[in-house]
Nanobody
Framework: QVQLVESGGGLVQPGGSLRLSCAASGTIFSVNTMDWYRQAPGKQRELVASITSGFSTNYADSVKGRFSISRDNAKKTVYLQMNSLKPEDTAVYYC???????????WGQGTQVTVSS
């Protein structure tokens, strides 16, 4: 069964850090682009960061210089290191795996990140 399972979310003060993990199973993983999205209440789900099979990365302007995405293909895990967190980063964060050649995509269940004093 295909599964993406996020972990590492929680409550943190402004300026703090969190490291999110997403463990994949049931997919090849290493040939696919992995993404982190987030969605705040009443807001559109937005792409935060992506990493390709060739380890090329892209970030939303709002998180550049603060967040870093990485992947470990042996562990089938993608990470999101989140530094200098702001209250506006508060959202549910979702791991996403895209397989466009097969018209398929997979989503994790989401993990809550709350930045508040």
């Amino acid at each position: 069964q295909v599964q993406l399972v996020e972990s590492g979310g929680g409550l943190v003060q402004p300026g703090g850090s969190l490291r999110l993990s997403c463990a994949a199973s049931g997919t090849i993983f290493s040939v696919n682009t992995m993404d982190w999205y987030r969605q705040a209440p009443g807001k559109q789900r937005e792409l935060v960061a992506s990493i390709t099979s060739g380890f090329s990365t892209n970030y939303a302007d709002s998180v550049k210089g603060r967040f870093s995405i990485s992947r470990d293909n042996a562990k089938k895990t993608v990470y999101l290191q989140m530094n200098s967190l702001k209250p506006e980063d508060t959202a549910v964060y979702y791991c996403h795996e895209d397989i466009p050649a097969y018209g398929a995509e997979y989503w994790g269940q989401g993990t809550q990140v709350t930045v508040s004093s």
